[in-house]
């Protein structure tokens, strides 16, 4: 499990392709391999990794499947590539963002950069059926680190978009300040977020049967969804 909380920007030092995989090798920022042993999980832009191997005192060696590639934003790395980097929770941590699994559910896209004075703000645009976990005051996880979306809108056919806002210090712990419009970016949704809405999409489902497509293109018609219906309660300010 990781906490969300970026730890440290790596840098891609040699790539290897090898039959059904591709190894990266990561050089740290200093500290943060101290103790760090072969087998340890490390999120790599969100993506949880296994050290395969360490090389010195501040890089390691990890092996990415031709999966892990095609649904993520690794396969685009290269030598000199930087990433946000954290390493597994310990027992007792303190969670400063929200549990994250390491386990990336969709890429997005940068659609938009706003610079008001002191912040950054992301608008990320959502495939289709992915909005429908992603709410305004929620929690997302935007290559590795724990974000609150700040505004979320609807599209029809469930696609969408989301903000973030980035204040100084996430710009410099992360890789954010290097991203531009079109950048992909991994994303893992909230996962009791998810639940709750499956849940209650199930349950409304279950209850309306044949009625359910005409109460969804009556929502429609209001610029609303099933799924707004199915919103979690947002965290109290």
Same mark, same amino acid.
Not at 72 to 97: F, K, Y
Not at 182 to 190: F, H, S
Not at 211 to 236: D, F, I, N
């Given at each position: 499990?990781?906490? %969300?909380? /970026?730890?440290?920007? $790596? !840098?891609?030092? #040699? ?6 995989? @591709?190894?990266? +090798?990561? &050089? ?73 699994? %390491?386990? /990336?559910?969709?890429? $997005? !896209?940068?659609? #938009? ?6 912040? @950054?703000?992301? +608008?990320? &645009? ?77 349950a409304i489902e279950e209850r309306l049967g044949p009625l359910l497509p005409a109460l969804e293109a009556l929502l429609r018609q209001q610029g ?14």
């Amino acid at each position: 499990m990781f906490t %969300g909380i /970026v730890q440290g920007i $790596a !840098t891609v030092t #040699a790539v290897t392709d090898r039959p059904g995989l @591709r190894s990266y +090798r990561l &050089a740290f920022p200093a500290g943060f391999a101290s103790g760090l042993g072969v087998g340890a999980s490390v999120a790599v832009d969100g993506v949880c990794l296994t050290v395969t191997a360490l090389q010195g005192e501040d890089a390691a060696d990890f092996d990415v499947m031709q999966q892990s590639l095609a649904l993520t934003t690794l396969a685009a790395l290269h030598e000199g590539s930087r990433v946000n980097v954290e390493r597994a929770a310990r027992d007792g941590a303190e969670i400063g963002g929200h549990p994250l699994s %390491g386990h /990336v559910d969709f890429m $997005a !896209t940068l659609a #938009a950069l706003r610079q008001p004075e002191n912040n @950054r703000v992301l +608008r990320i &645009a959502v495939p289709a059926p992915w909005m429908r976990y992603v709410f305004a005051k929620g929690y997302i996880a935007i290559n590795g680190a724990s974000l609150t979306v700040a505004e979320a809108g609807r599209e029809p056919g469930g696609s969408g978009w989301f903000e973030v806002w980035l204040i100084p210090e996430t710009l410099r712990m992360t890789t954010f300040a290097d991203k531009g419009v079109a950048a992909a970016l991994n994303i893992e949704i909230e996962r009791s977020t998810q639940v709750f809405v499956d849940t209650v999409r199930d349950a409304i489902e279950e209850r309306l049967g044949p009625l359910l497509p005409a109460l969804e293109a009556l929502l429609r018609q209001q610029g609303r969804s099933v799924e707004e219906l199915a919103a979690p309660l947002p965290p109290p300010v």
